[in-house]
T-cell receptor
Framework: QKEVEQDPGPLSVPEGAIVSLNCTYS??????FMWYRQYSRKGPELLMY????GNKEDGRFTAQVDKSSKYISLFIRDSQPSDSATYLC????????????FGSGTKLNVKP | DAGVIQSPRHEVTEMGQEVTLRCKPI?????LFWYRQTMMRGLELLIY????????DSGMPEDRFSAKMPNASFSTLKIQPSEPRDSAVYFC?????????????FGPGTRLTVL
């Protein structure tokens, strides 16, 4: 079993829809959670970074962590065609600042 | 800031040939990572360096793969001999070591095709 599981999609939604992207994980030591966005033929770039449980909001994006369920989510409100990309979750334990565990990524397509 | 620089961007080679991928991290960053991305396996960490020293190479698939970081501004990933199953996109990333909120900055990747 992989340490981080993510549905690969693809997920296709109309412009303006609310998008929910999710990851589950097995290692209860993970405390730092990230979402990266990767456009086609580009490297991943950090979108959001959260620590432990709770919500974090940044514009149209909200990251949610539920440590009791080992489940994290990224919500995108009012989705735009420019949000079309692959979204990768990543996480790490507190004792290793450098080793990130990535999900396989969910491909999102927002149709105009 | 130019970001993480990788070369070449594309590499097509024949099975059995040696392949060398290059990376220049962001100036001032002291951690460097090599990843491989495929549809089947997603993004896999191959090896990472702190202050030019290899720390964890447990992700290197086999002895055909080797990585070096001779100085703070340059790293190479070498595959010798290459095989078709090595075809993937290889990313280099850098970060500032040991920060709680550290972010890994990725380069544009090298798309490797082994025929």
């Amino acid at each position: 079993q992989k340490e981080v599981e993510q549905d690969p999609g693809p997920l296709s939604v109309p412009e303006g829809a609310i998008v929910s992207l999710n990851c589950t994980y097995s290692n209860s030591a993970f405390q730092y959670f990230m979402w990266y966005r990767q456009y086609s033929r580009k490297g991943p770039e950090l979108l959001m970074y959260t620590y432990s449980s709770g919500n974090k909001e940044d514009g149209r994006f909200t990251a949610q962590v539920d440590k009791s369920s080992k489940y994290i989510s990224l919500f995108i409100r009012d989705s735009q065609p420019s949000d079309s990309a692959t979204y990768l979750c990543a996480m790490r334990p507190p004792y290793n600042f450098n080793k990130f565990y990535f999900g396989s990524g969910t491909k999102l397509n927002v149709k105009p | 800031d130019a970001g993480v620089i990788q070369s070449p961007r594309h590499e097509v080679t024949e099975m059995g040939q040696e392949v060398t991928l290059r990376c220049k991290p962001i100036s001032g960053h002291n951690s460097l990572f090599w990843y491989r991305q495929t549809m089947m396996r997603g993004l896999e960490l191959l090896i990472y360096f702190n202050n030019n020293v290899p720390i964890d190479d447990s992700g290197m698939p086999e002895d055909r793969f080797s990585a070096k970081m001779p100085n703070a501004s340059f790293s190479t990933l070498k595959i010798q001999p290459s095989e078709p199953r090595d075809s993937a996109v290889y990313f280099c990333a850098s970060s500032i070591r040991d920060r709680k909120d550290n972010e890994q900055f990725f380069g544009p990747g090298t798309r490797l095709t082994v025929l």
